[in-house]
C-alpha cells in the first residue's frame, strides 16, 4: 500500500546522506586558529557515523592584522576566504555561508570555546529529529566556563526571546549551530555585528522554524575577547526588540499598554475608595497619582491599539496573516480590536454622561471640590474612547486592503 509522505517527511529523508559545511569566522586569531581548525577537520569519524559526509571547513578571515590567514593557508582541505577590510563577524558568516557547498550549514568561533566534537550530535538533532536549526546550548547544563557576568546577560537574552516569541530558549545568542540551507532565505536578513545569533534566533522563532537546543560544554576563549558586555549587551537587546515588532508588534506593545491600563486602574481604584471615604482634597501625594492615572490610561490604551495596529501592517507588507494574542493565542474569540468600536463608544458615552452631570450639578450649588474626581473620569473616559474608535477605523481600513488581493482573486473566479 502507497504511503503518502508529507513535505516535511520527504524534506528530512532527503537531507540524509549530505554533506556538513562548518564556518570559522576569524579575526586576530592567530593564537588559537591552527588547534580549532585541526578539532573540526578530526570531526570527519564522527559525522560519517551519523550518515554526513564532509566536513567542509571554510575560514573567512574578516580583515585580520596578524597570522591568522598565513596559518590557515597551510592547511590544503580547508577554504580560505579573506575580507580586504574587517566586516564584521555577522558578515563573516554570511560570505561562508554564499561559498559552503553543504546541504547542512554550521558555524562556531575560532577562539576554542566551543566544542566541533558535538558537531554529529547537532547534526543527528536534524536528520533524525527533523529539526530545522540547531542550537548548541551553553546553558542546558553541560560544563560551563563562561564568566558570570556574560551568563547572566545570556540569561537575560534568552529570557526576553522566550517573552516575545512564546517559547522557551536557554541560549539565544550561543556560536554554534547547525541548521538546513534551505532555510536562510526565512533567516535572512541577517546584521553584520556580533548581534547576528540573538536575531537569527528570534527570526526562527517567528518564522515558525523547527528549531532545538543540545547541550555542548564551553570553555574559555584563547586570546582577549572581542565582546564589551555593556555595548553589545544593549546592541543584542535592542536588536532583539526590533526583530520582534517586525514580527508581532502588539506583544511587545500591548504588554507594555496593559501595563498601563493596570497602574491608571489600581489608582482610580484607590482614588473612588477615598472618595466615597469622604476626602475631597487631594496632598501632593494624591495629585501625582491622579496625574500619573491620566497619563498611564492613555498611554496603555494608545500603545496598545497601536501595537494591534502595527500587526496589521506588518501582514499587510508581509502578505501574511495577521498575528493575534499577546501569549501566543488569541484571547477572545474574535480578535480583541474588532471590539474596539463599541469599548470606545460606550467609554465616550460614559465619559461624556459624568461631564454633563457634573457640569449640571455645579450649577446646582455643587462645590468644585465635589466634582472634581468625576471631571477628571470624564475627560479620561473621552480621550480613551476617541482613541479606540480611531483605532477601530484604521485597522478595519487596513484588513480591507490585506484582503485585497485574495478577494480579488475570488471575484475574478466568478461563481460559476
Known amino acids: 500500500m502507497d ?18 559545511s562548518v564556518i570559522i569566522p576569524a579575526y586576530n586569531e592567530e593564537n588559537g586558529i591552527k588547534a580549532i ?4 577537520l578530526g570531526i570527519e569519524d564522527g559525522l560519517r557515523r551519523v550518515a554526513v559526509d564532509g566536513p567542509e571547513v571554510i575560514v573567512v578571515d574578516d580583515g585580520s592584522r596578524d597570522r591568522t590567514a ?25 560570505t561562508g555561508f554564499s561559498h559552503a557547498t553543504g546541504e547542512l550549514l554550521s558555524f562556531l ?20 529529529n527533523g529539526a530545522d536549526l540547531v542550537i548548541g546550548s551553553r546553558m542546558a547544563g553541560a560544563r560551563s566556563e563562561m564568566p558570570k557576568v556574560r551568563r547572566l546577560g545570556n540569561k537575560i537574552f534568552a529570557t526576553l526571546v522566550s517573552a516575545i516569541s512564546n517559547q522557551h530558549v536557554t541560549d539565544s545568542a550561543s556560536g554554534m549551530r547547525v541548521f538546513r540551507r534551505e532555510i536562510l532565505p526565512q533567516l535572512y536578513p541577517l546584521p553584520d555585528g556580533l548581534n547576528f545569533t540573538p536575531v537569527m534566533s528570534t527570526r526562527a522563532l517567528h518564522e515558525h522554524i523547527r528549531m532545538t537546543e543540545v547541550p555542548i560544554a564551553y570553555s574559555e576563549r584563547v586570546g582577549r575577547s572581542k565582546l564589551s558586555v555593556v555595548r553589545d549587551g544593549m546592541r543584542f ?4 526588540v526590533w526583530t520582534a515588532l517586525s514580527y508581532n508588534p502588539v506583544r511587545i506593545l500591548g504588554a507594555a499598554g496593559l501595563i498601563g491600563i493596570g497602574v491608571a486602574g489600581i489608582i482610580v481604584v484607590g482614588l473612588a475608595l477615598a472618595r466615597a471615604s ?9 495629585v501625582f497619582a491622579v496625574g500619573t492615572a491620566l497619563v498611564a490610561a492613555v498611554t496603555g490604551v494608545s500603545l496598545f491599539s497601536l501595537g494591534a495596529m502595527f500587526n496589521y501592517l506588518v501582514s499587510l507588507f508581509q502578505k501574511r496573516p495577521i498575528r493575534q494574542g499577546l501569549f501566543g493565542r488569541p484571547l477572545f474569540k474574535r480578535p480583541l480590536d474588532v471590539h474596539f468600536w463599541w469599548m470606545g463608544g460606550i467609554s465616550l458615552l460614559v465619559g461624556l454622561a459624568l461631564g454633563l452631570i457634573s457640569f449640571v450639578l455645579s450649577f446646582s450649588g455643587w462645590d468644585t471640590s465635589r466634582l472634581w474626581f468625576w471631571l477628571l473620569m470624564a475627560a479620561m473616559l473621552i480621550l480613551v474612547g476617541v482613541q479606540l474608535v480611531i483605532s477601530w477605523i484604521v485597522m478595519r481600513v487596513l484588513e480591507e486592503l490585506s484582503q485585497r488581493e485574495a478577494q480579488t482573486g475570488v471575484d475574478m473566479a466568478g461563481k460559476a
Open 37 to 40: 581548525v585541526e578539532r573540526v
Open 278 to 286: 469622604g476626602v475631597t482634597q487631594l496632598g501632593n501625594l494624591g
Open 70 to 94: 598565513e596559518l590557515v593557508s597551510q592547511y590544503p582541505t580547508v577554504k580560505l576566504i579573506r575580507h580586504p577590510t574587517n566586516y564584521g563577524y555577522g558578515a563573516a558568516l554570511k
Open 109 to 128: 568561533d575560532a577562539d576554542g570555546t566551543y566544542p566541533p566534537e558535538s558537531f554529529p550530535e547537532l547534526c543527528s538533532e536534524v536528520l533524525n
Open 3 to 20: 504511503v503518502a509522505v508529507t513535505d516535511r517527511e520527504t524534506t528530512v529523508r532527503d537531507v540524509k546522506h549530505c554533506k556538513l
Open 237 to 240: 537587546m535592542n536588536s532583539i
